[in-house]
């Protein structure tokens, strides 16, 4: 149990409500019991506090409030409420430090391998010839680097990920479990006999600061380097295929895929599952929303959706009126009903008023 008090004094919060109030954990909106902490970012996420289990909360210092307002709650008052959520959440569940081990007796090292003193490689690993891993990396066990592979400082190395031969890792990057860097692109010479594996003449190379995400596969280059710009974060399940560059601070959710040497410039947002043809460009600064199908170049600063990809507002226009079909294909039958009856009409008139003239009279 932490009283506010003290939670205030560890954030350098102020305390409107009871100070003295004890907290046993720290929970998100939806999930805090009474005895929780939660936060709330803006004055949408302070009405549902005012409503929901937990007693206490921290919200932003611009956030008017009295205590009135609050009846038996509390809250802390901070700059920035998530960040300082994310400190009080490891008070309560603090985050595994895990001891140096060095290199284990139980991982393969080869005899070339040049390792940093201060490199952790646990049981299992196997570094190959040639292979360079800076000071402070950490190799998790079964991980998998082959020949003449290169990992910068302060890489971690989640188990079962392989690094092909020439794989080049900058610093402070992360890579999770079973992610795949170098494996051969998806690339072939076909003729009458078969289909003839291209050229797997290159590698890849990850810049500083990024983070592979779980089962995500990066193709090597053909010839040259498949290239992840600095900073970009990649999630679980992606797919960039051979000779692609990707810029830097770029974010790219699940299950993303992206064929043979295309390219993105800096701080490219993809969201989930999109699609993105190969020798294709997307500009600086895009965004691409859900399922979007990049099936031309895109340019930059601006907000895509659809398959295939056009302008947000343009794809939603499209949208409102493919729901409409309905209601159209309706109106449309009913007016081809009241054309066919007035067509019907017409003609019975017609031959209505050819029975009724008088008979011609030949002229004397």
Request: aromatic fraction near 4%.
């Amino acid at each position: 149990m932490k009283r506010l008090n003290e939670l205030a004094n560890h954030v350098s919060g102020k305390i409107l409500g009871n100070a003295e109030r004890q907290v046993s954990g720290a929970a998100s909106l939806d999930l805090a019991t009474r005895c929780d902490i939660t936060f709330a970012t803006n004055e949408k996420h302070f009405e549902k506090f005012l409503t929901c289990s937990a007693m206490a909360a921290i919200v932003p210092d611009s956030l008017e409030c009295d205590e009135l307002v609050l009846g038996e709650k509390s809250i802390i008052c901070v700059n920035d409420p998530e960040s300082v959520f994310t400190q009080i959440v490891q008070l309560f569940r603090p985050p595994v430090q895990r001891k140096r081990i060095g290199v284990s007796p139980h991982a393969f090292v080869s005899s070339t391998a040049e390792i940093s003193e201060d490199v952790d490689i646990h049981p299992g690993a196997h570094i190959a010839d040639g292979v360079k891993i800076g000071c402070g990396s950490v190799i998790f066990p079964n991980v998998t680097v082959l020949e003449n592979a290169v990992i910068g400082s302060n890489v971690k190395i989640y188990p079962n990920a392989v690094l092909y031969e020439n794989t080049v890792v900058g610093d402070r990057t992360i890579i999770h479990s079973g992610a795949i860097l170098g494996a051969f692109g998806f690339g072939y010479r076909s003729n009458e006999h078969g289909h003839a594996l291209s050229a797997q003449l290159g590698n890849v190379e990850i810049g500083s600061d990024v983070e592979i995400g779980a089962n995500t596969t990066i193709d090597r280059g053909s010839y040259e380097s498949t290239q992840i710009g600095h900073g970009s974060k990649i999630d679980n399940q992606v797919m960039i295929a051979h000779n692609c560059q990707i810029g830097e601070l770029n974010l790219i959710c699940s299950q993303v895929g992206i064929a043979g040497s295309s390219s993105t410039g800096d701080r490219v947002v993809m969201a989930g599952q999109v699609g993105m043809g190969d020798h294709l460009s997307v500009g600086t600064g895009a965004v691409l929303c859900a399922q979007s199908g990049v099936m031309h170049h895109l340019e930059g600063g601006q907000v895509y959706a659809g398959a295939p990809a056009v302008p947000v507002r343009e794809s939603m226009q499209s949208h409102a009126l493919i729901a409409k079909l309905p209601e159209l294909r309706k109106k449309i039958k009913m007016m081809e009903k009241a054309i066919d009856q007035m067509k019907s009409n017409s003609s019975d008139a017609s031959f209505d008023s050819l029975e009724s003239k008088p008979a011609r009279q030949d002229a004397a």
